[in-house]
Every structure is written in structure tokens, then in C-alpha cells.
């Protein structure tokens, strides 16, 4: 059974941090992409970041030079450092798996940045 669990979010103020992580279990975590997405009340699920088995990474551009996504294949787990937060940045961030044969998710967790 395949599962991927967030943790990390919560409230912040503006300009602060947060580190988003997702563990998988499951799958074999080092064959799969793995990205992280944000849903905001009212709007589409967008993609934020993402970061292949061999650890190349994008970016959506308003969080680009804040938020770092990264991964470790030992410990099955992708994780998504946030600085310098800006109220726009409020939403459910989901955990993404992702090769060409399947795509899983997590059950998301909430991000609030509001002074």
C-alpha cells in the first residue's frame, strides 16, 4: 500500500519559515519524481516544485529564490524549505509521486501565513 504523509505546515507570520516533508512508504522512492503542489481556496491545484530520482529541480516562478525542494533516497522522504513567506503562499500543500507508470498523493497539509 502505497502512502505518502506531510507534515510541517502550520501558521506563520510574513517573511517566516516553514519545511514542508513527505514521507513515502510503498513505493520504490528513488524511481519516482517527486513535487510538491498547493491548492488555495477558490483556485486550481499548482504545481510548486518538483525534483527527479536523480535530484534536478523546478520551480514555480513566484517561489523561486524562496523555497528549496530537496529529497533523500535513504530516508524515503522529500521535504520543501519555505523562506520569506508571503500571504499568497496560504494554501493546502500536497505531497506528489510520480513515474511513468503511476501517480499517488498525499493527504495534504495546511499552510497559513498571516501576521
Known amino acids: 500500500q502505497v502512502q505518502l504523509v506531510e507534515s510541517g505546515g502550520g501558521l506563520v507570520q510574513p517573511g517566516g519559515s516553514l519545511r514542508l516533508s513527505c514521507a513515502a512508504s510503498?513505493?520504490?522512492?528513488?524511481?519516482?519524481?517527486m513535487g510538491w503542489y498547493r491548492q488555495a481556496p477558490g483556485k486550481q491545484r499548482e504545481l510548486v516544485a518538483v525534483i527527479s530520482g536523480g535530484g534536478s529541480t523546478n520551480y514555480v516562478d513566484s517561489v523561486k529564490d524562496r523555497f528549496t525542494i530537496s529529497r533523500d533516497n535513504v530516508k524515503n522522504t522529500v521535504y520543501l524549505q519555505m523562506n520569506s513567506l508571503k500571504p499568497e503562499d496560504t494554501a493546502v500543500y500536497y505531497c506528489n509521486a510520480k513515474n511513468f507508470f503511476s501517480r499517488y498523493w498525499g493527504q495534504g497539509t495546511q499552510v497559513t501565513v498571516s501576521s
Open positions: 510503498g513505493i520504490i522512492f528513488s524511481t519516482y519524481d
